[in-house]
């Protein structure tokens, strides 16, 4: 009786292996923690798409989430997801290191890229990550952030999608070291659009950084606009938003700009807008060997 006792105990407390059996928030502990989304269909023989979404100025990722609101599609998608905070200057305002126009205004400087790069290291170390499908999402200051990663980390990302966010003033500071699928989304009423000052210095708006990322992966210099149009700013009607593309760049990837036309800095988004987002992330995957 006492050796049954003894084996049911054993049983009970014995570790069970569970890849995931419902979605989780898992807070990955370091000297920058954050947390990531763990969908309920997530099993480690099927590596995952890995998304991170970049803020805006003074905003926390979790601010960014409300407005993007990809958790649900990260979890009908079956994607780990990422929405990490900047840090804060003295102030208390949140902000990234995107490029050295902004928006880390202090010193020392704050290293974002290595953090954000080390962040897919460390989800990489414990999930099953699809090491061709790791994208990122940037808006206004995360957008900076975002161009930056794909300038310099393009071997292991596939594409990013920047939000009205800048770039490197001089084109020349990026320099992928592979083709890397690029999307632009901007509104026509922003104030970033054609130019962007900070701090009196001029940043590169919509028109300069397509062009560069046309340049950079070495597309041909002819862009096309679609006959298609999309949804994407639910105070104007219609489909407002216009897509254009660059012709001929290197196989499997794709320079794209979605121009919401009448939209401001901070477009107020449609139901499908997130939906879109991710089909085309999802549908530039790294194309190695090119």
Known sequence: MKLRTLLLLLILIAPISIESS????????????????????????????????????????????????????????????????????????????????????????????????????QVEAKYSVDLNRIYIIGHSNGGFLANNLACNYSDQIAAVVNMAGGSFTNASSCKPSSPISV????????????????????IPGALKIFSAWGAANHCDAITQTLAQKLDLDAKILGAETAVVQYQNCPAGTSIDFWRISGAGHTPELTMNFDQSVIDWLFSHPKTRGI
């Open 22 to 121: 419902s979605a989780a928030n898992v807070t990955i502990p370091s000297s920058r923690s954050f947390s990531l989304f763990v969908p309920s269909n997530y099993s480690a023989a099927t590596p995952a798409p890995l998304v991170i979404a970049l803020s805006g100025y003074n905003q926390s990722g979790a601010d960014f989430e409300r407005y993007l609101k990809l958790t649900p599609l990260a979890q009908s998608s079956g994607f780990l997801y990422v929405h990490p905070d900047g840090s804060k200057d003295l102030h208390g305002i949140r902000f990234w290191n995107g490029t050295p126009e902004c928006c880390d205004f202090q010193n020392p400087k704050v290293d974002d890229a290595k953090y954000i790069m080390s962040i897919i290291s």
């Open 183 to 202: 999307l632009e989304i901007w509104g026509t009423a922003d104030e970033t659009y054609t130019i962007n000052h900070i701090l009196g210095k001029p």
